[in-house]
């Protein structure tokens, strides 16, 4: 199996962390993104302090059509992907924009779970591999400051976990990966809890920890489970009076 790690929505803050990450542990990178261009410095600068190669493809999630040709653009199925691709929007806005809605759930939902989908096919025939994707907190329980966005990831945390229990015994290990908070460019100016908030860093060291150790589904910051498990043992009359 290839020591290869693909990783989707590789010019976001936490894509390129989670790439220094790997790059560290001298796992040759193709990243992916729609501007593959921007990420020029990024590959360079890996090969240069890491001595890994790195290839750069053009992808973008919302290109279901395209998603067979750009697998096999890749010239060898990768033994690790990783899917980093997500858009958070504006809750108070979007709500109100059908159009903005489906942009949101075919980013953080549909589109992932399409091309995960087909690596899931590639990897199982192979017999082997690893998906790792990053879902969110927000899907744990639906709430009223970002139902659309955590509708979403409340999706392809179900997906996963479904693609999960498919693949066992067929030598293929698939990573949920719960964040909450992280200090990105998609935050800026929102005002986020300390205790609760990751760095991109932080995401990377966890992601390629979790492959490492095999684990199934983590939260970034451990406070988080017990977080969402109080918010999702609330009793519906109570949690209908709360602003979350």
């Not at 942009?103 to 899931?120: D, H, S």
């Not at 860093?201 to 920890?209: L, M, P, Q, T, W």
């Amino acid at each position: 199996m290839s020591s290869t790690v693909l990783i989707l929505g590789a010019a976001s803050d936490i894509g390129r962390a989670i790439a220094r990450r790997y790059a560290e542990t001298g796992r040759p990178l193709i990243l992916a993104a729609r501007d593959p261009e921007r990420l020029e410095p990024d590959a360079a600068d890996l090969r240069l302090r890491y001595k890994v190669p790195v290839s750069l493809h053009a992808f973008d999630v919302l290109d279901r059509d395209g998603n067979a040709g750009f697998l096999d653009g890749l010239g060898e199925l990768p033994g690790t992907v990783v899917c980093t691709v997500g858009l958070l929007g504006r809750q108070e806005e979007d709500q109100h924009s059908p159009a903005a809605t489906e942009r949101i759930i075919a980013t953080n939902f549909t589109g992932p779970a399409l091309v995960l989908g087909l690596l899931a096919d590639r990897m199982e025939a192979a017999g082997g591999g690893t998906i790792v994707a990053v879902s969110s907190v927000a899907g744990d329980r639906g709430r009223a400051s970002n139902y659309i966005y955590g509708s979403a990831k409340a999706g392809l945390t179900a997906f996963l976990s479904g693609l999960r229990n498919r693949l066992a015994g067929k030598g293929v290990h698939v990573v949920t990966v719960k964040p909450g908070f992280v200090r990105t460019r998609m935050t800026e100016g929102m005002p986020l809890p300390g205790l609760l908030t990751a760095d991109p860093d932080e995401v990377g060291r966890a992601v390629v920890r979790a492959e490492a150790r095999g684990k199934d589904v983590i939260y970034v910051r451990p406070i988080w489970r017990l977080v969402m498990t109080v918010i999702r043992l609330l009793p519906e009359a109570l949690f209908k009076r709360t602003r979350l």
